[in-house]
């Protein structure tokens, strides 16, 4: 195979993997100087907001620690739920990000 296949492969997986975490049952969640630069479908969902109402909310709105484990995740109008949850530090288009994954228990 010639370098353009290689290119073209890395460019459908990763659409493929972007379709996949867009509608993957996981709250995904990227974040910049504490605020949410993105979120996944299932994120929205699980707390109530639209992406618009999500996107540049502070971070310590919804969720106060870092790291891994089980916390109350803020929802829109004040109600909660009980998730699961993993925050990594990586890059998102070569912006380094805190990325947040988070399933209901």
Request: charged share 15%; net charge negative; proline share 3%.
């Amino acid at each position: 195979m010639g370098e353009g296949s290689a290119a073209s492969n890395a460019l459908v997986q990763s659409t493929l993997l972007g379709e996949l975490l867009e509608h993957a049952n996981v709250g995904v969640v990227a974040a910049d100087s504490g605020r949410y630069i993105a979120a996944n479908e299932y994120a929205c969902e699980l707390t109530g907001y639209d992406r618009a109402e999500l996107i540049g909310r502070p971070v310590d709105e919804l969720c106060q620690q870092n790291g891994s484990g089980f916390i109350s995740l803020g929802c829109k109008g004040g109600a909660a739920i009980a998730v699961s949850y993993q925050v990594v530090d990586t890059d998102l288009a070569g912006i380094p990000v805190k990325l947040g994954l988070f399933w209901p228990v």
